[in-house]
């Protein structure tokens, strides 16, 4: 059975940094694609940025430049790194994966974490 567990998420002054890490079991190896999403309350929610075996990172144009996506295979790990956070960046963040490339393609993830709150005061 697939599970994936988020970690790292907290409170921080603008400006300031954040590292989220999200642990993938039940797979061989890392997923096919992996990605982060968030959602604050009242909105739906938004990729915010994700990593695909085969075309590597991308990001939303909001967090370009101050996240930045690392993978560990050897511990399955997808870490986001988050610099000079915005209160805007304060919501719930959620880490995906998807084994199906199609699917990844179109950023439809099947299996999701309970999500790490991340709160950014200014």
């Known amino acids: 059975q697939v599970q994936l567990v988020e970690s790292g998420g907290g409170s921080v002054q603008a400006g300031g940094t954040l590292k989220l890490s999200c642990v993938a079991s039940g797979y061989t190896g890392i997923p096919y694609c992996m990605g982060w999403f968030r959602q604050s309350p009242g909105k739906t929610r938004e990729w915010v940025a994700s990593?695909?075996?085969?075309?590597?990172?991308s990001y939303a144009d909001s967090v370009k430049g101050r996240f930045h996506l690392s993978q560990d295979n050897a511990e399955n790990t997808l870490s986001l790194q988050m610099n000079n956070l915005k209160p805007e960046d304060t919501a719930m963040y959620y880490c995906?994966?998807?084994?199906?490339?199609?699917?990844?393609?179109?950023?439809?993830?099947?299996?999701w974490g309970q999500g790490t709150q991340v709160t950014v005061s200014s």
């Open positions: 995906a994966a998807e084994e199906v490339g199609y699917n990844c393609r179109r950023r439809r993830y099947n299996s």
């Open positions: 990593f695909t075996r085969t075309e590597g990172s």
